[in-house]
Structure formats: structure tokens, C-alpha cells
């Protein structure tokens, strides 16, 4: 499978930051835009987890993969479509799914 070094994983967060004008920027977004709960807030526990969960669901949304990335992946719906009979379809259901694809 496809692997990515820390590096490409620093340069990805950079590209973010710089489009929002930084972290706080993107902290604005996230809490003016996107009305994120619990943002500008500090967090512990299930909440703090729910919360990164959240902001990982909304960075992904906001990524642009390569082509090379996304190859394959409307046979993987396909394939998540026929396990809506298996159960829940919450976001980590679905990243889950994909992971082990």
C-alpha cells in the first residue's frame, strides 16, 4: 500500500496553516466557520477525543490527494454501500472500514 513519511505528514500541516494564516486562523475556522463544539475550549477525556476526531474529519475534507491516492476508491464505496447492511455508518465506521480496506 501507499505509505507517507513524517515529512509529507509537516508539509501537509504547513499547506494548512498557511491557508488559514496559521494555527489560529485555522482555530478561528474551526470555531466561527465550521461552529466545531468545544472549540476555543480546553478539553479532557471523551470529549477531547471526540473533538480530534472531528478536526481530523474536517482536515481530510480539506486535503487535496493525488490522483494516485484516490484510484481505486469508488470500488471501495462500492464496497462500503454493501456494508450499510453490517451496521452503523458513523465517520469512524467509515475511516475504519477504509484502513482496512
Avoid: C
Avoid at 8 to 23: E, S
Avoid at 64 to 73: I, Y
Wanted: net charge negative; aromatic share 6%; no cysteine.
Amino acid at each position: 500500500g501507499m505509505s507517507i513519511s513524517a515529512d509529507q505528514v509537516q508539509a501537509a500541516a504547513n499547506q494548512l496553516w498557511i491557508g488559514f494564516g496559521g494555527v489560529r486562523g485555522y482555530a478561528r475556522y474551526l470555531k466561527d466557520s465550521v461552529h466545531l463544539p468545544g472549540a476555543g475550549l480546553v478539553l479532557s477525556g471523551g470529549a477531547a477525543w471526540q473533538r480530534l476526531v472531528a478536526e481530523v474529519e474536517i482536515a481530510v475534507r480539506l486535503t487535496h490527494l493525488p490522483q494516485e491516492a484516490v484510484t481505486g476508491l469508488d470500488h471501495l464505496a462500492v464496497q462500503l454501500e454493501g456494508a450499510k447492511a453490517l451496521g452503523g455508518q458513523s465517520w469512524e465506521d467509515v475511516a475504519q472500514r477504509l484502513m482496512h480496506a
